[in-house]
């Protein structure tokens, strides 16, 4: 909650009056701790204060005076530090899974995956025609279990529970012929 001294000094804000410059050095001081302790890093809390000037400037009009400029502009760091917090976590994990990416993609892995597709592909061929109907058109073509079902003339639950059985089939056929090497 901001102070006293806070809302005091927001009474007379340099924003409404003209100087946007000194309005944001004076509320950078004020809303920097806030943005840090959200994201946890000064490099990001700064490019969460940013996001928020452009915010607050775009809608300066909207700028309240007196005690409330202060509680809105907490408001717009708080949810841009958020916001940024939120990026910076996901950027992390997409980082991560494609450095598992990259090392999963050596050239005896590629040779087994590709293996593994063509005996796939084998199966398939030799499911019976009703199973074999719907993985081509879930699987290879994209379409969802509705249009399947549509595509087929039969029943949703049909064409869901003819999948399931596909895919068993498939199953216990790759793991027999993968263990029999």
Not at 3 to 30: M, V
Not at 159 to 172: H, I, N, P, Y
Request: net charge positive; charged share 30%.
């Amino acid at each position: 909650m901001p102070t006293r001294a806070l809302k005091r000094s927001a009474s007379s804000c340099p924003l409404l009056e003209g100087n946007s410059e000194e309005w944001i050095r004076c509320c950078s001081r004020r809303f920097f701790p806030l943005a840090r302790r959200i994201v946890g890093d000064d490099d990001l809390a700064e490019d969460a204060l940013q996001i928020s000037w452009i915010k607050i400037l775009q809608t300066a009009r909207a700028c309240r005076s007196g005690s409330q400029a202060c509680p809105w502009v907490r408001t717009i760091v708080t949810n841009a530090a958020k916001d940024v917090r939120r990026r910076n976590h996901c950027l992390r994990e997409d980082a991560l899974s494609e450095e598992v990416e990259d090392s999963s993609r050596n050239p005896e892995n590629l040779a087994q995956e590709e293996e593994i597709h063509c005996l796939l592909r084998e199966m398939i061929v030799l499911l019976p025609e009703t199973y074999r109907q719907v993985v081509d058109l879930r699987f290879y073509r994209g379409l969802s279990t509705r249009q399947t079902a549509e595509r087929l003339d039969i029943s949703p639950s049909n064409a869901g529970v003819r999948l399931s059985r596909a895919v068993e089939m498939l199953m216990r056929r790759l793991d027999s012929r993968l263990s029999a090497r």
